[in-house]
């Protein structure tokens, strides 16, 4: 595979699902791959794709909800010249492109019903028929689908085909959100460094400071490997000191004192007391049996943070924590902060 679409992780859920896809890629059947965004379905349809006999076959990539309901159709089964407005000549659609190979449906949950019938024909007899045609065509194409959506329970209301639904599972992968991944936040985080730090030319990789490697174990990715990479190649191209670990991470890259106000919400779309976000719960004291240690612990982590943040220029930190200098630089000795 690509150098960008490499497989990166060593927890047991994250390789059991690679091993299910590595199973299924051999088998003609559909395959349904479920995951949050960023999970990395793209890359899991790939790989049924390279394993399978199929191989060296097109790969077909469609997006479902990146093209008007009205194009779906045409773009999936082709056009006859003159089919519509527009059409001024014969097209053939993704399902003919992909014949012999794999067509690949990202964000299968978005199809329209009408686009759900005509897939579930394409599927069950291997024919496709394009827009302004009475002609059916043959194709054998190999169908994986993706999508971030519960479609059972879309079947279950009636926005999604459950006839379709059942074509199209004979097997399900569920990829696991990053946050489930244990210590894969590390190696991503590490390969994600490396690799932006070469292509920035530096001559080694120093590593996240303590405190930032903390910080992404802890985060919650809900943008999952994508937003991963994301954080920590900006926290790079933006850090100066390349002898130094990266000292600071960015998890908002739109949070800023001069970002724009929203326009005002109408009292009727204003969320209800029960929409409103709790407040965090307070923090729990029962395991504290040293005050003096966990006070330092608290002070140690707050000037490591501010330190990174100001790219460990003492002055603008000592300015930022309301201290002066000769007070900022008895905490970072009497952290040890200059040892990391």
Partial sequence: MERENQFIGQSGAFLDAVERASRAAPMRRPVLVIGERGTGKELIAERLHRLSTRWDEPLVVMNCAALPETLIEAELFGHEAGAFTGATRVRAGRFEEADKGTLFLDELGTLSMGAQERLLR?????EVTRIGSSRPTRVDVRIVAATNEDLPAKAARGDFRADLLDRLSFEVITLPPLRVREGDVAVLADYFGRRMAAELGWEGWPGFAPHVAEQLEKHDWPGNVRELRNVVERAIYRWDDWDQPIGHVIFDPFDSPWKPKGLPVPASKA????QVAPKPAAPDFDGIDDLRAA??????AIVEYALGKHRWNQRQTAKALGLTYDQLRHCIKKHALAED
């Fill in 122 to 126: 394409a599927v069950e007899y291997g």
């Fill in 271 to 274: 969320p209800s007391a029960a």
């Fill in 295 to 300: 006070v330092d612990t608290h002070e140690r």
